[in-house]
């Protein structure tokens, strides 16, 4: 069963990553938060793994920090919550926000996860609300603020159109402009440098 990788980081997009460990390449599903706290590929990366065995395939699952991959491993004891969507849900709300959610039985908050209806975030919160001692323990943690207004809503529906995730193109675009400094009002304003650069942190 593989628990860790440590290697270089060969490829990475929103939802995989491709780490090579001696001379193999082992492809790893991953939430979006991982991708954009990933390295810049051919970097070093050590990836904590979640290693799931079926009939027809062995999938992996990559976690840069073992709090997220604890949640995820929480989250698929659940019924109804496979590892792909328990991926999503790391995807959509960063694993301290998410604890804090389940905890505090914020509904609203899971159900904004595409894949989470009502009853699927009940359950969540019913079996895992009093499971979550001493993991991802930020009490004052909340989901974070998602970037709006300006040339943004338009960059995120011409994101969407391409065939890209909400959930991803909404991550690529927060990346964009905090990386160019999150007051950058030019930036949030400049439809075409800022799908420019969004596009060229998904690839």
Do not use: W
Not at 114 to 131: F, N, Q, S, Y
Not at 142 to 166: F, H, I, Q
């Amino acid at each position: 069963m593989i628990a860790h990788l440590r290697g270089t980081l060969l490829s990475k997009s929103p939802n995989a990553a491709v780490v090579e460990c001696g001379g193999v390449g082992y492809d790893l599903a991953i939430s979006v938060q991982c991708y954009t706290r990933l390295p810049q590929e051919s970097h070093s990366v050590a990836l904590h793994v979640n290693t799931q065995v079926r009939e027809d395939a062995i999938a992996l699952f990559g976690f840069l920090d073992r709090d997220e991959k604890r949640l995820f491993e929480k989250l698929i004891t659940i019924s109804g919550v496979g590892p792909k969507l328990a991926i999503t849900l790391l995807s959509g709300v960063e694993a301290a926000a998410l604890a804090h959610a389940i905890r505090s039985a914020d509904h609203a908050l899971l159900v904004r996860v595409p894949g989470i209806g009502k009853k699927t975030a009940e359950r969540i919160v019913l079996e895992l609300k009093d499971k979550l001692e001493g993991l991802a323990a930020s009490p004052a943690a909340e989901a974070p603020e998602t970037a709006t207004g300006g040339a943004v809503d338009d960059v995120l529906s011409a994101m969407v159109n391409l065939g890209y995730t909400r959930v991803a193109a909404q991550k690529a675009i927060e990346s964009a402009i905090h990386s160019s400094g999150s007051t950058d009002l030019t930036l949030r304003n400049d439809f075409e440098s800022l799908f420019r650069l969004s596009m060229r942190l998904l690839r």
